[in-house]
């Protein structure tokens, strides 16, 4: 294919939730409902945690802290142009800024993916080597394990970037989601991708799924290392807000990136929930079952009204 065709295309259009006006400003209204819950949540659990001591000297609330600055910034990449496009009745973006959201789309996603499986180490540590816990999980390894995850994020989406940019495009520029992702964006190619989805598949689908299977094994050996069913029910219960985490933000993940680029009917809700209702829920998950993170909180509440 000529060279100057494959810069033909400059924009795309994203094809939203509805051409209705009437719709789409009901959809605004719930979304920024989601988006400014989100904020709220996840800044009140940093915050929380960054001025508590106790919190604060915690390998695994530190490591939480880190989770909801994730959060946050998974949401943001999508969700403020996904609120503009409500008030838009053609939702367009330019190339360079669809490869931008791609970019931080999988950057804070992979991120994300390996912070969970460091969380899940944490989690280990503590209940079933308890005596070695403070010595093991130091404030040293955990911002090194931080920012392997950031790095890890960074290497993954260099890749994917990597393979995208390189593919020309010059015809349909539709993409079939209310942002730009690989497997939408690399169908308007003008060439074969069949390799490219196969890396990419690879790519992106390998480390959810293999996250996945590690930290669903890593949760499974604390149950079975614990012979006691008081320590089994602890245990359970220290344990069941990592896993409800891990399985709503992995399970629409493996969906959408472990097969092969084919669309469903179901692909754009199911973004959806891993684009801005996960990140939502994530405070709400942690807080609602743990009582230091609520007391800690209300400790902060009286701070501020006696201020």
């Keep these: 294919m000529d060279k100057n065709q494959t810069e033909v295309v400059r924009e795309f259009f ?99 993916m390996f912070l969970l499986t460091v969380m899940a ?83 992106s689908g390998l480390i959810s799924t293999s996250s996945f299977v590690v930290l669903i094994s890593s949760y499974t050996t604390i149950l079975v290392k614990i012979r006691s069913k008081e320590g089994r029910r602890k245990a359970l219960s220290t344990c069941a807000s990592h896993l409800m985490v891990v399985t709503l933000f992995f399970g629409p993940c493996i969906f959408i990136y472990a097969r092969p680029f084919s669309t469903f009917s179901v692909d754009k809700m199911v973004s959806v929930l891993y684009n801005v209702i996960t990140p939502m829920l994530n405070p709400l998950i942690y807080t609602l079952r743990n009582k230091e993170v609520k007391s800690a909180m209300q400790k902060l509440w009286v701070k501020i009204i006696t201020f």
């Design 121 to 203: 180490y944490d989690r280990y540590v503590a209940i079933c080597r308890p005596l070695h816990y403070t010595t093991v999980m130091s404030r040293g390894l955990c911002c090194v394990l931080v920012a392997a995850s950031w790095m890890g994020g960074f290497v993954h989406s260099t890749v994917q970037t990597i393979l995208t940019i390189h593919l020309p495009f010059c015809g349909p520029n539709q993409v079939d989601n209310f942002f730009c992702d690989v497997p939408p964006v690399i169908k308007l190619a003008c060439a074969d991708t069949f390799v490219i989805e196969l890396l990419m598949v690879s790519n």
């Design 14 to 112: 994203l094809s939203g939730f509805s051409q209705t006006s009437s719709i789409e400003a009901g959809l605004f209204v719930l979304f920024l409902f989601f988006y400014v819950s989100t904020w709220v949540g996840n800044v009140l659990i940093m915050v929380t945690v960054a001025s508590d001591k106790y919190l604060n000297s915690s390998p695994m609330y530190f490591l939480l802290g880190n989770l909801s600055f994730l959060d946050l910034c998974y949401s943001t990449v999508t969700t403020p142009k996904l609120l503009a496009d409500f008030l838009n009745h053609e939702k367009l973006i330019s190339y360079d800024q669809c490869i931008v959201q791609l970019f931080f789309l999988h950057l804070v996603g992979a991120a994300e």
